[in-house]
């Protein structure tokens, strides 16, 4: 089973500028999470979607970040313009309901440098 | 809010058990666990659900004590493949609510031979 897919890996851009991200679910993962990665911190959730229901974005920077996930798949998360701050590591995750809780499965990431 | 992990960092010897430990000021419903080595995607290891059991998975395992808000993770017998960062998530359903997870800066393992 393919996993959580995300493109592009890598993406240098200069500030102000806008960058995009995409991202793949596993299939049958209702819940898909964008999370961002500092250098030596761990993931930070910036939104969740339940289907195409934006259903918990209190951390996202909405002057800025923008995302969406149509149709309940696959989803885009955006920034414009992009900061010197925002460089980091953007991670996508989808879940699965087990009965008592979700399991995340994280994609590999697409790691952002603003120059 | 950002539960707390010790030790922040652990070098062992191939064979050496190592334990990370995941402490919280909130009440937990979980605690999710994962390993990342350097450049890749957080892997899942395993959830401890309240009132849940101890969880294991060939030399690794884990407890979770919902009392003093805490969970541990067990290396034993550490291999090589067991280096990495190690993160734990946790869910507290009267502060962040279900299915989010708050995440720990991590505690880096290094196993060498």
């Known amino acids: 089973e393919a996993g959580v897919v995300q493109s592009p890996r890598y993406k240098i851009i200069e500030k102000k500028q806008p960058v995009a991200f995409w991202c793949n679910p596993i299939?049958?993962?209702?819940?898909l999470y964008w999370y961002r990665q500092n250098l030596g911190q761990g993931p930070e959730l910036l939104i969740r979607?339940?289907?195409?229901?934006?259903?918990?974005d209190s951390q996202l920077p909405k002057d800025r970040f923008s995302a969406e996930r149509l149709k309940g798949v696959d989803s885009t998360l955006k920034i414009q313009p992009a900061e010197l701050g925002d460089s980091a590591v953007y991670l996508c995750?989808?879940?699965?309901?087990?009965?008592?809780?979700?399991?995340?499965?994280f994609g590999p990431g697409t790691r952002l440098t603003v120059t | 809010q950002q539960p707390v992990q010790s030790p922040q960092a652990v070098i062992l010897r191939e064979g050496e058990d190592a334990v990370i430990n995941c402490s919280s000021s909130?009440?937990?419903?979980?605690v999710h666990w994962y390993r990342q080595k350097h450049g890749e995607a957080p892997v899942f290891l395993m959830i401890?659900?309240?009132?849940?059991e101890q969880k294991g998975h060939e030399k690794i395992s884990a407890s979770f004590n919902e009392k003093k808000q805490q969970s541990s993770l067990y290396l034993t017998a550490s291999q090589l493949s067991y280096s990495g960062t190690y993160f734990c998530?946790?869910?507290?359903?009267?502060?962040?609510?279900?299915?989010?997870?708050?995440f720990g800066a991590g505690t880096r393992l290094a196993v060498h031979p």
């Open positions: 401890l659900l309240k009132g849940g």
């Open positions: 995750a989808s879940s699965l309901w087990t009965g008592s809780s979700y399991e995340q499965y």
């Open positions: 979607y339940e289907n195409e229901e934006a259903v918990d």
């Open positions: 299939s049958g993962h209702n819940t």
């Open positions: 998530g946790t869910e507290n359903p009267l502060s962040g609510g279900y299915n989010k997870l708050i």
């Open positions: 909130k009440a937990l419903y979980s």
